[in-house]
């Protein structure tokens, strides 16, 4: 799949893209009864979201007859389980209380981690309905707040037997990945599946096709860390992660208030009230005062020199910071850059510039969360943007902290109204009363630069020494021999089991036969 991907030119998935709508929309929107079959919303979204063709063009290789098939099935589910609606309270509430499937924590390349706690699904014909619209729920959730990310599913396998598989759900889980949300997997790690499951899991393999089967990890607690750092693995598969699944709240939101240059923040309260008083100064103009724009301006030279003095702390404020070079434009602000914050481990690659731009007439409360508070620090964090104008928003890294790619920043927005106040107090107010859905959500993710230095020592790297390379090639050789041994002693106990199986089977039906032979001829006599 890669390689139909590299060999595609940009000029060529554009032509490609286009030829997939046309002909979508030619023999299945126009020659069929769409409106039964689609929902008009992921109609509208197919032909305006170039990267959303362009995913399932990817894992179709380009072949624009597979590719509308895909787009034809993945549609039609999306309005078979109305995924467009899908929201908390149309979800039976038990099904999240006992946390069988949730968001959380990130692997090492920085993607979302999709766990499914084997051990408490139940086989259920009753309920299977609501498992599948479950599971929608997540993948639609995350592909709105994290769009184009991909997830590493965890299929946590521990203390759970035969009762525990359903063959359908698996399949549907599945599909989810194959067909409904394109290019969404990462990895699907398989975590301590028992023996007697590797039946169940060669017809699973079936399913999934060679792309997917090469993204099949199958681990224990021994070498799960090859894919996901201990901080974000529970103790009993050998991490240091203390969380412990509990509803409500949803579990994914994990993002905080950053640390500002006051320091750490205490209370929501508190940091409304600190964050708006400092910065206001900075990032607020004074229209907001309606006395001081009704009076007539004075020329004075010693405020000349404090705004002077102003903008040269606003220079220094800014100055290493990296500046974006791409825009999301959302419909109360346009935000830059578009998916990803980028540090590096020198000290001119440690701070970030977040360029808000209010596209609204009103004025525009703000605030920016991210999921690592103690390494960050984010001015102005919390304040507002007069109308036409823009923020510049500095992230950068402190006490010797490094950015990882699990770190995120949630920028929130939200639209006041013209009577409402910028002051501490107002903002701190507004916040409280706002409403949810008024609330405007933007994430970044951050992308971690890697160093000149690396780049070298990784391009001009010399081969370890051939005693080192002898004693690893004995190592894995060994461990590969003891690992066929013991597939062997499995398959011949399996082998044997089955031997004695059909045995048995056989004594029961010559035993059966001749009960009945016995009872014929006493009947007869």
Known sequence: ????????????????????????????????ESQEKYDSRDVEKLFRDDALVEGYLTWRHFIVEDTLKMIDESLQWRREFS??????SSIPRWMFEIGAVYLHGYDKEGNKLFWFKVKLHIKDPKTVLDKKRYVAFWLERYAKREPGMPLTVVFDMSESGLSNIDMDFVKYIISCFKVYYPKFLSKMIMYEMPWIMNAAWKIVKTWLGP?????????????????????????????????????????DDDFQSPICENGP????????????????????????????????KKVNFI??????????????????????????????????????????????EKKCLIVLNNVTKNHVAFKVRTT????????????SCEPGASVDIVVSLHGGFQASPQDRFLVMAAEMESSSGAAATDLAQFWKEVS??????HRLRCHVLESPKSILSNSFEFPSSPTTNVNEHQDLQSTLM?????????????????????????????????????????WTS
Not at 275 to 286: H, I, N, R, V, Y
């Open 1 to 32: 799949m890669a390689e139909a991907g590299q060999a595609e030119s940009e000029q060529d998935i554009e032509i490609k893209i286009q030829e997939t709508r046309q002909r979508f929309k030619s023999e299945y929107v126009e020659a069929q």
């Open 482 to 522: 003891r690992l066929l041994a013991t597939n062997a002693a499995l398959e011949q106990k399996l082998d044997w089991c089955l031997w004695t199986q059909k045995v048995l089977l056989l004594l029961l039906l010559f035993l059966l036969a001749l009960s009945f032979t016995t009872a014929y001829t006493l």
């Open 303 to 348: 405020e000349d020199g404090q705004r002077s003095e102003e903008l040269d702390r606003e220079s220094v404020r800014l100055k290493g910071a990296r500046k974006p070079t791409t825009t999301f434009k959302a419909t109360l602000m346009h935000i830059s850059p578009a998916e990803e914050l980028s540090f590096g481990a020198s000290e001119s």
């Open 83 to 88: 995924v467009n609606d899908l929201t908390e």
């Open 372 to 383: 690592a508070p103690e390494k960050y620090r984010v001015k102005p964090s919390n304040s």
């Open 211 to 251: 792309d997917a089967i090469s993204k099949l990890k199958f681990v224990s607690k021994s070498d799960i860390q090859t894919f996901v750092g201990p901080e974000h693995l529970p103790p009993y598969m050998g991490g240091t992660d203390q969380f412990k699944y509990s509803y409500p709240p949803l579990p």
């Open 436 to 441: 949810k859905p008024k609330i405007m959500e």
């Open 265 to 296: 923040i205490i209370s929501e309260d508190e940091s409304d009230l600190k964050d708006a008083e400092s910065e206001s100064k900075e990032t607020l103009e004074s229209s907001f005062n309606a006395d001081q724009s009704i009076k007539p």
